[in-house]
């Protein structure tokens, strides 16, 4: 059993050791969450403002479609 706890300790120190080394090369994985985070939430923003647009009493095409197009754009400069 003390073998499995030593090598468990050994796998959880290499993890540390892993992420460590990945941050000195310049990548966040934290950062990359929040950024995520954020992108989905101004796509989410996106949709409701087409969503509301659309249902008016008269819909706004026009501008549905420039949120759209924005959104679009948005999402290929990801």
Known sequence: MAIITAAVARLMDMRVELDESIRL???DPEAADRQQAGTM????????????ALSRETPSVDYAKALVQEAMTFCKAI
């Open 25 to 27: 090369l310049g990548h």
């Open 41 to 52: 939430e101004r796509v989410l923003l996106h949709l409701q403002d087409i969503y509301s």
